[in-house]
DNA sequence: ACGGTTGCTGCAAAGGATTGCAGTCGCCAG
DNA sequence: CTGGCGACTGCAATCCTTTGCAGCAACCGT
């Protein structure tokens, strides 16, 4: 029923190849044919056909987006760059959530890989050899994370923790808890060693608080534990975690940022509707998914592997000071807060 | 590189025919050369050619979902459940965010109208006749809101009003707020009728207050509004502008419940997390999107525009009673509650 | 005037899977 | 013994586009 190269090419009197050559190398075409190709085009709505294209090609101009949790705020405005990006460049965008199980990403991950040119795996919860395995038969840029030799955005997560920690420090804070998410994230442990090292850097004491969900609930379960820790100040994974952090201390009395202050990490559009609004160090999140597009699309046009190692972006946080984080509290009245 | 048809064909001493019929009409091939041929797909990893195939039979196996804006958490839901469903039925999924831009949105459904076998459409934006011409031409489904001969999912809006009100009168209301979205949106028009109808029954009054950005923002704007009609219960277009609210009646000292109740609408993950936990309408997103799925792939199946028109999905509503929600106050105090 | 470019266009093959049609074989009924 | 049917399988065309190669004309330099 659509328009056919063929029906094109009788309209304008020439042959397909002509109109084929006119749409995707101009240059190699006289004006005039080109002119009445384009017009013909026009004329007909004329639209290559995608498969037909692809199949001689080997190329599907598409790519796929694979996340964790698309009702994670944090992965829809990845997902949300990604695509406004992707579509600059007329490439459509596949989207597959994984619901956080590192077994089906892999499976899932290896589904989607015959049907696109590349992918974009966010924050991928699945192990370094099933990730190095992967992209060796396709082609990936990684989001949030890192490994050898494929490319890949990631944050500074060691300057956005030192942001954090010299707000904090000039606050007078000078123990500082740390609330870590999973254990196998990529993103905890560089936080860690961030707020680690810059706590070091200004002579500031690190309270570690286990491992918990990066969730609101995470957030919940960990409160306690940071109280119990005597800091004053908490710093969590993530803003989910922040938010239940301040839930739990609400309920228990504990003021914040009085006796308390608390920072987040992501600002998601929840962070500043928490009360108290919360301070976070803001991860312009779009921007990672429309660099990951960028990336990709290199890797695409240049598979040579030498020029794909070293290919990274690095994004840079930015403080986002509300009302969660305050003075410290006067050490001389004493820390026990609670009733 | 992969392994073609022919590949296997040859493994399995039979003719690419026979293949193709063995995976896709198992029951017209005799079982044991059906078994060789499994044995050969299994052995080189064979997985048709999507391309190859969509080129003849004309369908791409891709269905496409177009959203307002993906980092909405109540699109992303949607989104998630569209995906987990598709994915069930080997299905990729396309997602297009047009970043609320109803211009946009044509011309990007028009566009990715002929990459897909069918779209889902998401609270579209544009206005009926548009929409009626992209109906004709494709197949589409449309998720919160109706139009002629189309099939779609939408919520049970009246249903939901008549919960939320009969939850408000029972608690002593007897003049309720409604906090209007986008005039041009169907589900104001619907909640805003339904409300009316509900409050006729039990007798009590609705004052309407303007039209608003269904956002955050839109909440903040409307609360002064909102209080000003002396409601003692105030209904909002959806669960983010009713988090605005909090966040203004907050600013202002006007206590929730206490003074003054609001109930929102959707229960987005943000709704429990909010200060006071907000009572709303859960409705159920994800299931929106299955549905919508399969829908899609009914009218795919059997595109007889007769058994399409009424083909429609009605989903319910629950309440969810949590802390924004609470006894009327007693009209002798009086009902000057700025300080 | 002629060999050689240069610039443009058409021919035809290729890409992988599906499917209508025809062919083969075995078997049963007459 | 033979005609016919049923069950299965193979042949070959087809879907639409891209691209290497060849053809053709005009034009340049000598």
């Known amino acids: 029923m659509p328009a056919t190269i063929r029906d094109v090419a009788r309209l304008a009197g020439v042959s397909p190849s002509t109109v084929s050559r006119a749409l995707s190398m101009p240059e190699m075409v006289n004006a005039a044919t080109r002119a009445r190709v384009a017009a013909a085009v026009e004329q007909l709505g004329y639209q290559p056909n995608r498969a037909a294209r692809g199949l001689i090609t080997g190329r599907t101009g598409n790519i796929g987006l694979v996340v964790p949790d698309l009702a994670?705020?944090?992965?829809?405005?990845?997902?949300?760059?990604?695509q406004a990006r992707a579509r600059r460049y007329d490439v459509a965008v596949f989207v597959a959530d994984t619901d956080e199980d590192a077994a089906a990403e892999v499976g899932l991950v290896r589904a989607l890989a015959k049907q696109v040119d590349g992918l974009i795996l966010c924050s991928p919860r699945a192990g370094d050899a099933?990730?190095?395995?992967?992209?060796?038969?396709?082609?990936?840029?990684?989001?949030?994370?890192?490994?050898?030799g494929v490319p890949g955005v990631i944050y500074d997560n060691e300057e956005g923790m030192q942001q954090a920690v010299a707000h904090l420090v000039a606050l007078g804070h000078r123990k500082i808890a740390w609330v870590g998410g999973p254990v196998t994230s990529w993103s905890t442990q560089h936080?860690?060693?961030g707020l680690s090292n810059a706590l070091y850097d200004h002579g500031a004491e690190l309270a570690r608080v286990g491992s918990f969900a990066p969730t609101y609930e995470g957030g919940i379960a960990a409160a306690d534990q940071?109280?119990?820790t005597g800091a004053t100040a908490v710093v969590a994974y993530n803003d989910l975690v922040a938010i239940g952090l301040l839930a739990r201390?609400?309920?228990?009395?504990?003021?914040?940022?009085g006796d308390l202050s608390v920072v987040g990490i992501d600002d998601i559009a929840m962070s500043r509707m928490a009360r108290p609004a919360l301070t976070t160090v803001r991860l312009p999140k779009q921007e990672a998914g429309r660099i990951a597009v960028e990336l990709l699309l290199a890797v695409l046009d240049d598979?040579?592997?030498?020029?794909?190692?070293?290919?990274?972006g690095t994004l840079h946080g930015e403080l986002i000071v509300r009302?969660?984080?305050g003075p410290a509290p006067e050490p001389s009245e004493g820390k026990k807060v609670v009733a």
Chains 1, 2 share one sequence.
């Open 72 to 82: 994670n705020p944090f992965f829809a405005s990845v997902a949300k760059g990604v």
């Open 130 to 148: 099933d990730l190095s395995a992967i992209a060796q038969e396709t082609n990936v840029v990684l989001v949030n994370r890192t490994a050898e």
């Open 191 to 193: 936080r860690s060693i």
């Open 226 to 228: 940071a109280v119990a």
């Open 249 to 257: 201390l609400h309920a228990r009395g504990i003021s914040v940022p």
């Open 303 to 312: 598979p040579d592997p030498d020029t794909a190692i070293g290919t990274r």
């Open 323 to 325: 009302e969660s984080t």
